[in-house]
């Protein structure tokens, strides 16, 4: 008989490619609901999210930047990410860590958020 207590514990079923598709396109959605408070382009466009991973265990890992190291927001923006992604009911959960390598310049806009500021 075995005991279950010996037993390594089982993980999580692998993301099927539909299920990554799908929270792609709820993190992106969610993500482009956060704003810089003094540019009016959301964070998504605006460059500022250098990596997005989620986990088989559907836990996100974001790395972003900010315009500037010393922005006025910096201690609040990765909260407001966090609550952004944690609005998606089947995330467990999520970890929003600043980086500035590389910094961030507005090459790394989208043409979309260029059009919204007038940068063409």
Same mark, same amino acid.
């Given at each position: 008989?075995?005991?279950?207590?010996?037993?390594?514990?089982?993980?999580?079923?692998?993301?099927?490619?539909?299920?990554?598709?799908?929270?792609?396109?709820?993190?992106?959605?969610?993500?482009?609901?956060?704003?810089?408070?003094?540019?009016? +382009?959301?964070?998504?466009?605006?460059?500022?999210?250098?990596?997005?991973?989620? &986990? @088989? /265990?559907?836990?996100?890992?974001?790395? =972003?930047?900010?315009?500037?190291?010393?922005?006025?927001?910096?201690?609040?923006?990765?909260?407001?990410?966090?609550?952004?992604?944690?609005?998606?009911?089947?995330?467990?959960?999520?970890? +929003?860590?600043?980086?500035?390598?590389?910094?961030?310049?507005?090459?790394?806009? &989208? @043409? /979309?958020?260029?059009?919204?500021?007038? =940068?063409?």
């Amino acid at each position: 008989m075995d005991d279950a207590s010996t037993q390594p514990p089982e993980s999580a079923p692998a993301l099927s490619k539909a299920e990554l598709t799908l929270l792609t396109d709820q993190l992106i959605e969610k993500l482009k609901t956060v704003f810089d408070p003094e540019i009016p +382009v959301d964070i998504y466009e605006l460059g500022l999210i250098y990596k997005v991973d989620v &986990s @088989d /265990e559907r836990v996100v890992a974001i790395d =972003m930047t900010l315009t500037a190291p010393g922005c006025p927001v910096a201690g609040e923006m990765p909260i407001w990410v966090r609550d952004a992604v944690m609005q998606i009911p089947d995330i467990a959960d999520c970890a +929003v860590n600043l980086v500035f390598d590389p910094p961030w310049d507005p090459s790394l806009m &989208s @043409d /979309e958020a260029k059009l919204e500021l007038n =940068m063409f």
